[in-house]
């Protein structure tokens, strides 16, 4: 997987590649330790993410526990299979996906 | 059959979806069948790595049998560690809010979910999970 991040002001944009999965959960979770502090705009690009899994919808909880104290946080460009695992988990619910 | 044995850690699963992979292609697997496959091998062999061996690292067997009528794959996950049944646990809450969620089960879920039969056995000193999908038309 790999992380693209832009930053302008109080705005974060994180774009990620690949599969966010067991093994590449973690980069994700020490990126946005790393960053996400005086966040008030968090974006989550996931056009070129191929899929997610359990490992990964747990940072993202993370994330959206976080943002829902200190901003907003949405998931732009969703592909069908990551839509699927957001539907089945209720995580449809949880996250703002545009 | 194709037959892979690994050391039943992390770092091993991408070798695990790789060889996974190679049978589906073969097979003309449809892309998105292909992800839902892959999440299914992350949740499972991250358990096995968790819980099955717990600190200690063992041995982790995955055998790949397709059928070409009607196309569909079984993938078997075996290892020796502590009996350790994972559809035993309930069902999470799906309708819980962020702050109320808790993430455990979710990955099992999605497998029972998104796989057409999720089997499992203790045989042998073995956990023995077994997943099935077909994507024939």
């Known amino acids: 997987m790999n992380i693209d991040k832009k930053q302008q002001g109080t705005q974060l944009t994180i774009s990620l590649s690949g599969r966010l999965d067991t093994t590449t959960a973690p980069q994700l979770e020490g990126e946005l330790k790393h960053s996400i502090n005086g966040v008030t705009d968090l974006t989550l690009d996931f056009e070129k993410l191929e899929y997610i899994s359990s490992a990964g919808l747990r940072v993202l909880l993370a994330a959206q526990k976080v943002m829902n104290k200190q901003g907003e946080m949405v ?22 996906i545009e | 059959m194709q037959v892979l044995i690994v050391e039943a850690k992390l770092e091993n699963i991408p070798r ?87 993430i455990g089960g979710l990955g099992v879920y999605m497998v029972k979910k998104s796989m057409d039969e999720v089997e499992y056995k203790y045989k042998d000193g073995q956990n023995i999970l077994m997943i099935t999908k077909s994507f024939g038309k």
């Open chain 1, 75 to 96: 998931v732009r460009h969703v592909n069908e299979t990551i839509m699927e695992v957001f539907e089945i988990t209720g995580f449809s619910d949880i996250l703002t």
């Open chain 2, 16 to 102: 695990v979806t790789d060889f996974v992979n190679d049978s589906l292609e073969a097979l003309g697997c449809p892309m998105k069948v292909c992800m839902q496959i892959d999440i299914a091998i992350d949740e499972i062999m991250s358990n096995i790595v968790r819980y099955a061996y717990g600190e200690n690292i063992g041995k982790a067997e995955i055998k790949v049998e397709v059928t070409e009528q009607p196309q569909s794959v079984v993938i078997t996950f075996i290892d020796s560690g502590v009996p350790y049944d994972p559809l035993k646990a309930a069902d999470p809450d799906i309708t819980l809010s962020a702050e109320e969620r808790q």
